[in-house]
């Protein structure tokens, strides 16, 4: 079986735009919804409506995959697990390791939906000398300083980074020279990489935040909303006459009878 190390996905070399490879594992998932549920077809409606995206979309991104659909039918719906599965290199064996087994890293350790994707967690690895040797998800935690004969004993290509953030970039740079080109971040840090080392963050506090504004604007809308209603009629009032003046100087909302 190949590793990551010995093979890498085509989208580039195909020309495959980066926004409708971020899309693929959408379709995916919805995909693999429907196989495990035994529908055999799917329309670009049901689909795309699935994945979260419009139909139109949908089918300029599936273009580039060379898959059109069957008008009246759909979309063969195992054929395109098969191939975005392939497009995406999900078809191989992609070993990865973990560095920083905290709290966050155990999590992520004990997910199990990595085999199930094309992802085999190598190794589990930590600074700390008092989590080496312990279980986590099954395996037994490594210390650093075997980072990078695990590297290459296992053809890791993938590295996935939950460190603290002051160690983040230190850890970054040795997986990078013992040969890794992809790492996932979950350290609330920036990595610098060199050419050719693709790096994808992930920062729940900033999409936290971003929700956080979303709510902000939407109860200010409302608030502006409730300002803007005229307030009703006092029965028996009548409209203040022109020029009158309350006793500080400016009109009165309400006059008496």
Wanted: proline share 7%; hydrophobic share 45%.
């Amino acid at each position: 079986m190949a590793t990551g190390r010995t093979h890498r996905p085509a989208t580039r070399s195909r020309g495959i735009p980066e926004a409708t490879v971020a899309r693929l594992p959408l379709y995916l998932r919805a995909l693999t919804a429907l196989s495990e549920r035994s529908v055999p077809t799917v329309s670009s409606e049901e689909l795309a409506a699935a994945a979260g995206v419009n139909s139109a979309k949908l089918r300029k991104d599936f273009s580039y995959l060379g898959s059109y659909g069957t008008r009246g039918v759909g979309y063969d719906v195992e054929y395109l697990v098969y191939q975005i599965s392939r497009e995406l290199g999900l078809t191989q064996d992609w070993p990865i390791v973990m560095v920083g087994i905290g709290n966050l890293g155990a999590a992520l350790a004990n997910y199990g939906g990595f085999a199930s994707r094309g992802f085999r967690v190598a190794a589990l690895i930590d600074a700390d000398p008092a989590m080496v040797g312990k279980p986590v998800a099954g395996m037994p935690v490594q210390h650093i300083d075997d980072l990078e004969k695990i590297i290459d004993e296992n053809g890791v290509s993938i590295g996935v980074i939950a460190t603290p953030a002051g160690a983040a970039q230190q850890v970054c740079d040795r997986l990078v020279t013992a040969g890794v080109t992809s790492i996932l971040n979950f350290a609330p840090t920036v990595l610098s990489v060199p050419d050719g080392v693709d790096v994808r963050k992930v920062d729940l506090s900033i999409e936290l935040q971003i929700l956080a504004f979303h709510e902000q604007r939407k109860a200010g809308e409302e608030a502006g909303a409730a300002e803007a209603v005229v307030p009703p009629v006092v029965r028996g009032a009548t409209a203040p006459a022109e020029g009158r003046k309350g006793p500080d100087g400016d009109m009165p909302a309400v006059m008496p009878a």
